[in-house]
T-cell receptor, first 110, second 114 residues
Framework: GEDVEQSLFLSVREGDSSVINCTYTDSSSTYLYWYKQEPGAGLQLLTYIFSNMDMKQDQRLTVLLNKKDKHLSLRIADTQTGDSAIYFC??????????FGGGTRLMVKP | DAGVIQSPRHEVTEMGQEVTLRCKPI?????LFWYRQTMMRGLELLIY????????DSGMPEDRFSAKMPNASFSTLKIQPSEPRDSAVYFCASSYRGGNTEAFFGQGTRLTVV
C-alpha cells in the first residue's frame, strides 16, 4: 500500500529557512499536501500541489515536487517562532483517501 | 460553515467503560475520516466513509472499536470496552470529492483511559 515518510524533528534558528522533506511511494498520487498542527489543535491545510507541477510558491512557503524520485519538500523562508508546530505531508491516492506521513516537529529557536 | 465539529474535546474514562466520540462533518462533504494520533504511532487512519457508507475499516485496531454514520451530518466512533492503550487524540475529518479534495479536520477529542 501507500507509504509516506518524514523525518521526525527539525530545529532551526529564527530568521533561517526551514526545509521539511517527505517521500511517498504511490506513483498515482494526484495531489500532495502539507498540513500544520499547532499544539492542542487539529491539522490545518497549509498548501497543496498538483502532481503535474514542480513548484508552488505561496508567500514564505515554497513546495517542491520531484515526481520521478517521489520526493516532496516544504521550504519556509524567514522562519518565525510562530512556525513551531508539527508539519504533515500527505498524498491523495485511490478512493480520495489521504495518506499522511508521521509528521515533522519543527522547533524554532529565538 | 463552522467547520468539522467534534465532541467532547476531552474525555477521561475508566478502563472497561464505553466511550462514544462524535463528529459533525462540513455540510456538503461526502467523505468522512476518523484518525487516531499518538506519540508512538503518529497519525493513523481508522476508518472512512463515502456517502455514509463505510469504505475501508482496515485501520480499526480491534473489535472493540466501531464506527457509524447514520446520516450525512453525523458520525460516531465507539470503543467498548475501553483500555488504557486507547488513550490518544481522535480526529474526525471530512472532504468533498471535487476540487483539490483537501481534508478539513476537527479539533480532536483527547481521550484518556485510566
Amino acid at each position: 500500500g501507500e507509504d509516506v515518510e518524514q523525518s521526525l524533528f527539525l530545529s532551526v534558528r529564527e530568521g533561517d529557512s526551514s526545509v521539511i522533506n517527505c517521500t511517498y511511494t504511490d506513483s498515482s498520487s494526484t495531489y500532495l499536501y502539507w498540513y500544520k498542527q499547532e499544539p492542542g489543535a487539529g491539522l490545518q491545510l497549509l498548501t497543496y500541489i498538483f502532481s503535474n507541477m514542480d513548484m508552488k510558491q505561496d508567500q514564505r512557503l515554497t513546495v517542491l515536487l520531484n515526481k520521478k524520485d517521489k520526493h516532496l519538500s516544504l521550504r519556509i523562508a524567514d522562519t518565525q517562532t510562530g512556525d513551531s508546530a508539527i508539519y504533515f505531508c500527505a498524498e491523495r491516492g485511490a478512493g480520495n483517501m489521504l495518506t499522511f506521513g508521521g509528521g515533522t516537529r519543527l522547533m524554532v529557536k529565538p | 460553515d463552522a467547520g468539522v465539529i467534534q465532541s467532547p474535546r476531552h474525555e477521561v474514562t475508566e478502563m472497561g467503560q464505553e466511550v462514544t466520540l462524535r463528529c459533525k462533518p462540513i455540510s456538503g462533504h461526502d467523505y468522512l475520516f476518523w484518525y487516531r494520533q499518538t506519540m508512538m504511532r503518529g497519525l493513523e487512519l481508522l476508518i472512512y466513509f463515502n456517502n455514509n457508507v463505510p469504505i475501508d475499516d482496515s485501520g480499526m485496531p480491534e473489535d472493540r472499536f466501531s464506527a457509524k454514520m447514520p446520516n450525512a451530518s453525523f458520525s460516531t466512533l465507539k470503543i467498548q470496552p475501553s483500555e488504557p492503550r486507547d488513550s490518544a487524540v481522535y480526529f474526525c475529518a471530512s472532504s468533498y470529492r471535487g476540487g483539490n479534495t483537501e481534508a478539513f479536520f476537527g479539533q480532536g477529542t483527547r481521550l484518556t483511559v485510566v
